[in-house]
């Protein structure tokens, strides 16, 4: 069984940055990592993907302020988060979608406020 650690969550101000990262027990070699997120009383959403050849894919919303890149040597896959506004606070989740099936961290809290 999996398991992914996250790190970095926390509470900002509008406009701060926040990096978040994800180490994995195993290999993530040839296995797409992503983060997600969860507000209160909304469905959980993709926020940004990476695949094995490092294509990024991002939501809408968050375009040109995050950006996830991968370390397959460390196992681990972040998430810099710049001008974070107040509609970004959520849980977030790292996801690895291996062969079998997918692995989830525990969430971490993202919260941005004055």
């Known amino acids: 069984q999996v398991h992914l650690e996250e790190s970095g969550g926390g509470l900002v101000q509008p406009g701060e940055s926040m990096r978040l990262a994800c180490v994995a027990s195993?290999?993530?070699?040839?296995?797409?990592m992503a983060w997600y997120r969860q507000a209160p009383g909304k469905q959980r959403e993709l926020v940004a993907e990476?695949?094995?050849?490092?294509?990024?894919n991002y939501l809408g919303s968050v375009e040109g302020r995050f950006t996830i890149d991968r370390d397959n040597a460390y196992r681990k896959v972040s998430l810099e988060m710049n001008n974070l506004k107040p509609e970004d606070r959520a849980v977030y989740y790292c996801?690895?979608?291996?062969?079998?099936?997918?692995?989830w961290g525990q969430g971490i809290q993202v919260t941005v406020s004055e």
């Open positions: 996801n690895a979608r291996f062969k079998r099936a997918d692995a």
């Open positions: 195993r290999s993530i070699v040839g296995v797409v």
């Open positions: 990476i695949s094995r050849g490092g294509i990024t």
